[in-house]
């Protein structure tokens, strides 16, 4: 066909402008990240020059740094296991024979289509001391009244358990549509053969769901590297950096102390680790195919 | 599902919808009742009105909707020419660019929040509507999605139809354009971190920034106000999601999958 020599100009041309966009704001920036990560960072009087891994030298001995690294650990750790887990809890609750289902659907999933500013708004005050629904909860066991997100012990704590209203109804549709994908034929043969449905639950339920409980996982993983919105209404990161994230750092890094060098040398190690979880991400869906 | 297990989904239902209950409460009762439940506490538009003038909330509505229409548009436009080319054109270096696009599901544009930024105060794009939209508009889950739509639609009728170029393939794609559409709006309507960064007036910030700055604690604005602002600015997606549950939630879905 004559389409063929001309599919090649063709082909670039209507990509053209998406990929003069891609390149400008997606690649260009992550080569210019790693080469201003070698660079120091230019004032007034000393120009930016050339200094090696000196950035990365400093980020290794930048105390911070190890902190907000080690937040963002505890941060994933706390959330992504109690949000598959109540992820799992609601699509079984969902699916099964449940008076006014749609509505208790609607409610588990309404948090995802907030945005994390209005989250932390709303949840601002449940913190809150003296004042707010947790210290009012608290007072009813005769405990004193708490700084819960001033405390840098519950401060983390405050914001994993928000981040579970929010996330948990998300995962939850992947759950609901792997269950609902299920043969029912299963069930009523576990039935049949009279096996709980806790011990169904456990050995052919939960197994089956493993390609989307690793798929949730990658994906919590990803998010809680990402969000930090909620940061700038809660914490700003505080007390004394208890709470503070890997991407807020950088965040406040350039922005506040405007030292863009180190700010690119973090968000080396930031495209770093999402790359990996990448890389997981895309064995994981080739497994997946080979499920099929 | 015993009687205690739906007791326990009614209750986490119920507690799920707490925090939006508890705020529509304070919006709509004066801040004496914030704190203080009462059935015969009376109702109020005060707080609606107060937060409508303390922060300028017209505005930041049409900035995100300037901003949600610009970026959707744009990305339809784009999405679709790049996802026929590589559903449909073979093209030396296909394979490539289609994995340097799949790159940015990686890297998303709010990661690279410094260099963006040096890009559009280069380009005289800072605090501008346009400079907050730019770097999302070439979306390569909008290119991937697409793709895989364009290429489950057999070429026979693509043989028929050659005369007319391209337009009969949207329509084939329609439930496709319209998922993407849903997620793209939800996701710029709520986004935060890179208008933040980029804007620096009231003229061009969306309604997350805005309400970034006036719930902040240090705005010391009541709680009553905060709520009414809040759930203003929450409304819009929040009645479409009401209304369209089920394709909302298809929708996302398919997004997270990609």
Request: glycine share 6%.
């Amino acid at each position: 066909m004559t389409t063929k020599t001309w599919s090649v100009p063709y082909g670039w041309l209507l990509l053209a402008p998406a990929a003069i966009l891609l390149v400008g704001f997606t690649h260009y920036p992550a080569a210019a990240t790693l080469v201003h990560s070698l660079f120091s960072t230019g004032t007034a009087v000393r120009p930016s020059r050339f200094v090696g891994l000196a950035n990365y030298a400093a980020l290794a001995d930048d105390p911070v740094f190890w902190q907000v690294l080690g937040n963002n650990f505890w941060f994933a750790l706390g959330t992504i296991p109690t949000s598959i887990a109540l992820a799992l809890l609601m699509a079984i609750w969902v699916n099964g024979r449940l008076p006014a289902r749609a509505l208790v659907r609607m409610s588990y999933f309404t948090p995802t289509v907030l945005p994390m500013i209005a989250v932390a708004n709303l949840w601002l005050y449940f913190y809150t001391p003296q004042i707010g629904l947790l210290d009012k909860l608290t007072a009813l066991f005769g405990a004193g009244s708490h700084n819960w997100l001033g405390d840098p012990h519950t401060v983390m704590g405050c914001l994993i358990a928000m981040t579970l209203w929010k996330e948990a109804g998300f995962f939850m549709i992947f759950y609901l549509a792997a269950l609902q994908s299920l043969p029912p034929e299963l069930e009523e043969a576990a039935r049949v053969e009279g096996a709980s449905r806790w011990y169904f639950f456990r050995r052919v339920t939960f197994p089956l769901l493993m390609p989307t409980t690793l798929f949730v996982l990658v994906n919590a993983t990803i998010n809680s590297f990402k969000l930090v919105d909620h940061l700038f209404i809660l914490t700003k990161g505080g007390p004394d950096n208890a709470s503070n994230l890997l991407l807020y750092y950088i965040y406040q890094v350039a922005f506040s102390f405007f030292d863009t060098s180190y700010a690119s040398t973090l968000t080396v190690v930031l495209l770093l680790l999402l790359g990996a979880f990448a890389i997981l991400q895309f064995q994981l869906i080739e497994k997946r195919v080979h499920y099929r | 599902m015993n009687i205690l297990e739906k007791a326990a989904a009614w209750l986490l239902a119920l507690l799920w919808l707490l925090p939006l209950l508890y705020a529509t409460w304070a919006a709509f009762h004066p801040p004496a009742y914030a704190t203080h439940l009462d059935a015969l506490a009376p109702l109020t538009l005060a707080n609606f009105e107060k937060a409508w003038s303390y922060a300028p909330f017209p505005r930041h509505l049409l900035n995100t909707v300037i901003l949600v229409t610009m970026v959707l548009s744009a990305q339809l436009v784009l999405c679709t020419l790049a996802g026929f080319a590589f559903a449909r054109f073979e093209f030396a270096g296909r394979e490539i660019a289609f994995a340097l696009v799949l790159l940015q599901l990686m890297i998303m544009p709010e990661v690279l929040i410094v260099e963006n930024y040096l890009s559009m105060s280069r380009l005289g794009l800072v605090d501008s509507i346009l400079g907050i939209g730019l770097p999302y508009m070439a979306s390569a889950f909008g290119i991937f999605l697409l793709r895989q739509t364009f290429k489950t639609i057999p070429r026979e009728l693509e043989e028929a139809a050659r005369v007319e170029g391209c337009s009969w393939l949207v329509p084939l794609a329609r439930p496709t354009y319209l998922a993407y559409a849903l997620v793209s709006v939800s996701y710029h309507w709520n986004n935060f971190l890179w208008p933040l960064v980029v804007t620096n007036s009231v003229n061009t910030r969306p309604l997350t920034v805005g309400l970034a700055i006036f719930g902040a604690p240090e705005s010391g604005v009541d709680w009553s106000v905060i709520s009414a602002g809040t759930l203003m600015a929450v409304a819009p997606l929040l009645l479409a999601f009401l209304l369209f549950q089920r394709q909302f939630m298809q929708s996302f879905m398919q997004a997270g999958i990609k």
